[in-house]
């Protein structure tokens, strides 16, 4: 089945099931992560408390990991779960925020990844490249990289980690080791919201949590905040906090039509 067919039955699954995605992410854009998982039609619930997690992660579907305000307490907590899920065959989602910017950012996420299975690692190539060692230029939590050699970064990460790799900037490129997909969609004012990778990252944790495999789920991710990004661009302009509502409307309102119009996937 072609990619953009499964990421519309991807988007029907979420809205049957209304999966409820686990989140252990950060203090910038945990609201609008709960938003955008509740706008595609999935379940939000956000904590880090082991006493509460420990009960919680036993009705959800799936478990996203964000370090992006990473401290000692909710690492711990992050790998704790991490490995509850997998107990459990929950699938894992990992957004390495900041991995190249500090030490202790690259040596978590790689902690992480070691301790933990996880199905899904999303990140900008500056954070990906530094956790294969090619790189440590992240600033702060944005990319400084150039997309050129994504395509060979995302099948090298996607085996050393055993995972779906999948590589934000203006094309989208992800892989499981094997196949590769690039997404076209997108407009670079993403790039000027805070939190926009982090929402593709809790996207992602929605596909995963409605049963989709780590690939679908990763290019359906993309797919949504790029084509929502392109249309919401096109009624904002460059008024940025109209464009960010208008993300959030786009996001509540895509459907199938919309996707099979707008979506530019490929397959390499
Ligand atoms: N140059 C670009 N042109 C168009 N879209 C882009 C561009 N760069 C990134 N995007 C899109 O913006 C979204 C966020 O990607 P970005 O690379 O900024 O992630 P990030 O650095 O992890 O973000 P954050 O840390 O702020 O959450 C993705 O949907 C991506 O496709
Ligand atoms: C700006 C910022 N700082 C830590 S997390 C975060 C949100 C985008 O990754
Ligand atoms: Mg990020």
Do not use: W
């Amino acid at each position: 089945m072609e990619m953009l067919k499964k990421a519309c039955d991807g988007l029907s699954k979420i809205r049957e099931k209304s999966p409820l995605v686990h989140h252990i992410t950060n203090y910038v854009s945990v609201n609008d992560c709960a938003n955008i998982t509740l706008a595609i039609g999935a379940s939000p619930v956000m904590s880090d408390e082991i006493e509460d997690i420990l009960d919680l992660i036993k009705i959800a579907n799936s478990l996203v990991l964000n370090i992006g305000t990473l401290n000692k307490r909710t690492v711990e907590s992050m790998i704790y779960l991490g490995k509850e899920a997998n107990k459990l065959n929950i699938p894992v989602v990992l957004d390495p925020v900041g991995a190249g910017a500090t030490k202790l950012r690259t040596g978590t996420s790689l902690k992480i990844l070691q301790e933990v299975k996880v199905r899904v690692l999303r990140g900008n190539m500056s954070e990906i490249k530094s956790l294969l060692g090619l790189s440590g230029n992240t600033k702060g939590v944005d990319s400084t990289e150039k997309m050129d050699d994504a395509e060979d970064v995302a099948i090298l990460a996607a085996k050393k980690f055993n995972c779906t790799v999948g590589i934000s900037g203006e094309v989208d490129v992800i892989s499981d080791g094997e196949r590769v997909v690039k997404v076209f969609n997108g407009n670079s004012i993403l790039t000027r919201v805070t939190g926009t990778g982090c929402m593709v990252t809790s996207l992602t944790g929605c596909f995963l949590g409605a049963g989709c495999d780590g690939l679908t789920s990763s290019t359906a991710a993309y797919l949504i905040m790029g084509l929502a990004g392109e249309r919401a661009y096109k009624e904002s302009g460059d008024n940025i906090g109209t464009f960010k509502v208008r993300l959030f409307d786009e996001i509540f309102n895509i459907n199938e039509d919309r996707l099979k119009e707008g979506g530019k996937v490929e397959e390499c």
